[in-house]
Nanobody, 127 residues
Framework: QVQLVESGGGSVQAGGSLRLSCAAS????????MGWFRQAPGKEREFVAA????????NYKDSVKGRFTISRDNAKNTVYLQMNSLKPEDTAVYYC????????????????????WGQGTQVTVSS
């Protein structure tokens, strides 16, 4: 069983920065493709960023490209989301997701590729 625990959320003014962390338990982190998703009030959950198990491939939602950076440290079983130039429309609950052990080195944008989910961390950006 894999557990994912997010941290680093909070409230920030527009233009500010936050770094989200997702700590994973279990032995399969280094072979897991990882992603970040978010859900704003009244909206469906949406893809934000993903990183392949090797870290060699990443994908981003168009609206966060150039502002957000996903990275991972397999030695620490942790994936990060550095968020810069935050906008009010980035306000949401952010979820970390993991594929579990995978033979594919792939930064998937689809929720269906992710088996494990964290509890979420709130990010609020004020104008």
């Amino acid at each position: 069983q894999v557990q994912l625990v997010e941290s680093g959320g909070g409230s920030v003014q527009a233009g500010g920065s936050l770094r989200l962390s997702c700590a994973a338990s279990g032995r399969t982190f280094s072979s897991s493709n990882m992603g970040w998703f978010r859900q704003a009030p009244g909206k469906e959950r949406e893809f934000v960023a993903a990183i392949s198990r090797s870290g060699g491939s990443t994908n981003y939602k168009d609206s966060v490209k150039g502002r957000f950076t996903i990275s991972r440290d397999n030695a620490k079983n942790t994936v990060y989301l550095q968020m810069n130039s935050l906008k009010p429309e980035d306000t949401a609950v952010y979820y970390c997701a993991g594929s579990g052990g995978s033979f594919r080195d792939y930064a998937s944008t689809s929720e269906r590729e992710y088996r494990y989910w964290g509890q979420g961390t709130q990010v609020t950006v004020s104008s």
